[in-house]
């Protein structure tokens, strides 16, 4: 019999998320609660704990009396967290200047070494993986917990677009212009750390709307493959 624990919610949130933020479920699908349940192992109680929880955190819609859907990929919506994204991000830079600890500094130089201004094998998930370590290690310094707190559900929301406008990225561009915000925060240059990155996270709406129509692509030629394969 399962215990309604919140490690149970924990779980199915974690798991339900992953595939939100993939959209593993179409974009506007209905989702069909007897169907994850069965799929996820569990009872509908979690479930819609779960639910509810993405609903109230924007990544999943509900319509009263029809149920829960996937979120529209809506270049506005995306466009506008991207404008929020950047607000805190510059925020929060400002803070670090006053606060960052210069070991929390060289730390965070030191990663960029490792990782590199090269791609290599990586994919762009992986990619994405470590630029957000590096944004929130950077925020992290600014000894805000709510910032990073919404920094966090800012990028699931809009990584997906993020995976498909990595591809078209210049890795070597985007490490010096990392190296470059962080060695301002070390010399404590307000203005040299908010000019670099505001031209680093800011997208136009045009920008945006093309990664949209390239990841609505995506979505459904996988659906093609898998129904063809």
């Not at 169907?35 to 009872?43: M, N, Q």
């Not at 979120?71 to 967290?81: G, T, Y």
């Not at 010399?187 to 709307?209: G, N």
Request: contains cysteine; proline residues 2%; neutral net charge.
């Amino acid at each position: 019999m399962e215990i309604n624990s919140d490690s149970v919610v924990d779980r199915v949130y974690e798991q339900l998320k992953a595939m939100a933020v993939s959209y593993e479920f179409k974009p506007g699908e209905r989702l069909n609660e007897g169907d994850i349940a069965k799929r996820l192992g569990v009872s509908r109680t979690p479930l819609r704990e779960a639910l509810n929880r993405l609903n109230t955190e924007g990544f999943l819609r509900f319509t009263p009396g029809k149920g829960f859907f996937c979120r529209e990929l809506d270049a506005h919506e995306i466009f506008d967290l991207y404008e929020l994204r950047k607000s805190i991000e510059l925020a929060s830079a400002r803070l670090a200047i006053r606060r960052a600890k210069d070991s929390d500094i060289d730390a965070l130089l030191a990663f960029l070494d490792a990782t590199g201004p090269d791609p290599g094998e990586r994919s762009a998930i992986e990619l994405v993986e470590l630029d957000e370590a590096f944004h929130e290690r950077l925020m992290a310094m600014s000894n805000n917990a709510e910032m990073l707190r919404v920094l966090r559900n800012v990028n699931a929301r809009i990584r997906f677009v993020r995976w498909i406008d990595m591809d078209r990225l210049n890795r070597s561009n985007t490490q010096a212009e990392h190296r470059a915000a962080l060695l301002a925060v070390k010399a404590r240059d307000e203005a040299a750390c908010v000019s670099v990155l505001e031209k680093h996270i800011d997208r136009r709406l045009d920008q945006i709307t093309s990664a949209i129509k390239e990841g609505y692509a995506q979505i459904y030629m996988a659906t093609a493959r898998a129904v063809t394969g």
